[in-house]
């Protein structure tokens, strides 16, 4: 049974930092593509950022360019999130992903990813 598991999320004020956890398991992910999505109330889903597991390769948008930091560590099947500079904007739930078959521009979309995990909320005060 696949698992993604976040944590780290909280409430911070802005200008502040988070680090989200994501602990993948139940299966080899060693050639997937791993995101991190988020959704604000009312809003519809949107990427933030992607890593290949393989390669280290990352995607970001456009909006977390400079502020946001996808990593991840092979021993430990996680994957991470730094997040710096937060601005209200950035409140979400923010969730992890698993895409065994994506490629290119592909990697944006929330429709290539087949395993979620449940999200963790990240609130960010003015």
């Known amino acids: 049974q696949v698992q993604l598991v976040e944590s780290g999320g909280g409430l911070v004020q802005a200008g502040d930092s988070l680090r989200l956890s994501c602990a993948a398991s139940?299966?080899?992910?060693?050639?997937?593509?791993m995101g991190w999505f988020r959704q604000a109330l009312g809003k519809e889903r949107e990427f933030v950022a992607a890593i290949w597991w393989n390669d280290g390769s990352t995607y970001y948008a456009d909006s977390v360019k400079g502020r946001f930091t996808i990593s991840r560590a092979n021993a430990k099947n996680t994957v991470y999130l730094q997040m710096n500079s937060l601005k209200p904007e950035d409140t979400a739930v923010y969730y992890c992903?698993?895409?065994?078959?994506?490629?290119?521009?592909?990697?944006?979309?929330?429709?290539?990813?087949?395993?979620w995990g449940q999200g963790t909320q990240v609130t960010v005060s003015s």
């Open positions: 139940g299966r080899t992910f060693s050639r997937d593509a």
């Open positions: 992903a698993a895409a065994p078959s994506t490629y290119g521009s592909r990697t944006y979309f929330a429709g290539s990813y087949d395993y």
